[in-house]
């Protein structure tokens, strides 16, 4: 007897081949039959055609490990069909933990929700406290190069010594053995972004001897993103490991149209037999902390350091007219989105700048946009965030269609209730993946829906060396998504982001119901997943 049976659905089965209708049977964990099973008794039969079944969606790039921990049920996430994420990334996690730095890592975070008391030190710890809560869906940790630097080094900003180098290496291993899968950076944010090559090279050296990848939120993606391309394909090359180029994008007019060559780049790397990939959201706007419009010299020290110098009148003159001369010695966000096109997506202390372009609230507040920047980034302590309106969608079809880059949405699990479901967050942790089908399948056919689901499943598990997941056959885990490819559709938008997407009926995680006929259960089978 089989616990649950779905009939007469499509299967689409993530390796890319064409669909083909069947029943799919599931008992436990896993998948135990796929073919005619019109004779074989189960406890739970879902009659399901007309609908399409896809392993469930894996998101490459997520930042969902802060709210995860207020958010088990992972709404935003469960209800595109989600069933794996992979967290941890542009160089943000958790873990480790160096009690002497604590304060900085929680200045560090991306969200402090309650319960996030840092009080675990090693990933392991960390892990074991995130499963032992429950999930709704699966985790892949990746340890945050920043969070490396803040343990080893606070935020100095300048290279680590000898003693300091080690003991980020010794991290590093303890890290992958605790049950990371590989290491992320962000090389635009400090203190990551005060690490030159060889560190990152040292650090990834280790990473590669236990297995893991490299992710990297490139050192530049506007101005710089072709070098800051050839520095993520030079860290594999010489640490030996394989890369993931994070939410592949040209930001800034002049800097569209670059996407092909970054590509070019990267195939290139590919041809010389490098395991070089990207991911990207379908969306022409990104979203980040506001302070990371800051030069990278405000933040030496930590948060509390930054709050300080925002403080000082001279300081404060000193960063506008570096800002305004683009010496921010790294990425420029205000040139490459203006401040037209820079919008507060959070920043709860004033509600009432969300949903706003910095150059209306400059005119609103009678400040200059820098200046209201500034105010916002204090007022929150660091913790407010803004939506960019900087990318060419030009761009994204050309990353969309390469066969080598994948779907990260970049997003976090949010709900629209409760703490979670304030400000105007980037649409993209409510839409991503039933974007990617409705508009770039369905309307545009940019994409077969094979080639679409293959994006979202069997390519980011060869990429992580998840063999029991992101494929439909008999033995693999039972994460599944059942949805109605003539209806699936995001519904977030700008304006309104906390909105669930369309026509994802089902979805399985670990062979049980996490979304039936599109509404949470509550259940909550996921768990952190322990690297091959
Ligand atoms: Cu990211
Ligand atoms: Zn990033």
């Not at 429950?134 to 892949?140: F, P």
């Not at 959201?281 to 110098?309: C, D, F, H, I, K």
């Not at 050309?398 to 980037?426: C, F, K, Q, T, Y």
Request: hydrophobic share 40%; glycine share 12%; charged share 25%.
């Amino acid at each position: 007897m089989l616990d649950s049976k779905i009939e007469g659905v499509t299967v689409l089965d993530g390796t890319g081949a064409p669909g083909f209708r069947t029943d799919v049977g599931v008992t436990g964990e896993a998948i135990v039959a796929v073919g005619d099973l019109s004779r074989e008794p189960a406890g739970t039969t879902l009659r399901a055609s007309g609908l399409t079944l896809a392993p469930g969606f894996i998101d490459i790039h997520s930042h969902s490990d802060w709210r995860l921990w207020a958010n088990r049920r992972a709404e935003s996430k469960i209800r595109q069909g989600v069933t794996t994420e992979v967290v941890g990334n542009c160089g943000f996690s958790p873990a480790p933990v160096n009690p002497a730095f604590r304060e900085e890592l929680r200045g560090f975070a991306l969200y402090l929700p309650e319960g996030m008391d840092f009080s675990w030190q090693s990933v392991e710890e960390y892990l074991n406290r995130l499963d032992g809560g429950g999930l709704a869906l699966n985790v892949i940790q990746l340890v945050g190069h920043g969070a490396l630097r803040v343990a080893a080094m606070g935020f100095a900003r300048r290279k680590p010594t000898e003693s300091e180098l080690a003991h980020m290496k010794r991290l590093v291993a303890e890290s992958l053995e605790g049950g990371a899968w590989g290491m992320s950076t962000g090389l635009i944010y400090a203190p990551g972004s005060y690490a030159e090559t060889e560190e990152i090279v040292e650090l990834s050296r280790v990473a590669g001897r236990h297995r893991g990848f490299y992710a990297s939120h490139i050192r530049g993606e506007g101005a710089n993103l072709l070098n800051a391309i050839s520095e993520a394909i030079r860290i594999g090359r010489e640490a030996e490991l394989p890369v993931e180029v994070s939410h592949l994008k040209a930001a800034g007019r002049p800097h569209w149209g670059q996407v092909k060559e970054a590509l070019a780049l990267i195939n290139a790397a590919r041809a010389e037999g490098l395991d070089v990939t990207a991911d990207v959201y379908p969306y022409t706007a990104s979203s980040t902390t506001l302070r990371t419009l800051l030069p990278g010299w405000v933040l030496e020290g930590g948060v509390e350091a930054m709050l300080q110098r925002l403080s000082d009148p001279a300081t404060r003159g000193r960063i506008r007219a570096e800002v305004e001369a683009g010496r921010t010695g790294g990425e420029n966000l205000a040139a490459n989105a203006g401040w037209d096109g820079t919008m507060i997506a959070y920043a709860p202390s004033r509600p009432e700048a969300e949903g706003k372009r910095l150059s209306d609230l400059a005119r609103e507040w009678g400040q200059a946009p820098l200046d209201v920047a500034m105010d916002l980034i204090v007022a929150d302590r660091g913790k407010a965030y803004v939506v960019l309106f900087q990318l060419d969608e030009a761009d994204l079809t050309v990353a969309l269609a390469d066969p080598h880059v994948m779907i990260g949405s970049d997003g976090s699990a949010l709900s629209p209730h409760g703490e979670l479901g304030r400000g105007r967050p980037h649409p993209r942790s409510y839409g991503t993946f039933p974007r990617v089908l409705a508009r770039y399948w369905r309307d545009q056919r940019l994409l077969s829906l094979e080639q679409a689901v293959h994006k979202m499943t069997g390519l980011p598990a060869k990429k992580l060396g998840l063999k029991d997941r992101g494929v439909i056959r008999v033995g693999a885990k039972a994460d599944l998504v059942i949805f109605n490819h003539k209806t699936v559709t995001d519904l977030a938008t700008y304006e309104e982001p906390h909105r669930y997407p369309a026509g994802i009926e089902y979805v399985f995680v670990n062979g049980r119901l996490v979304i039936k006929a599109g509404e949470h259960t509550g259940s909550l089978p996921g768990r952190v997943l322990t690297p091959p």
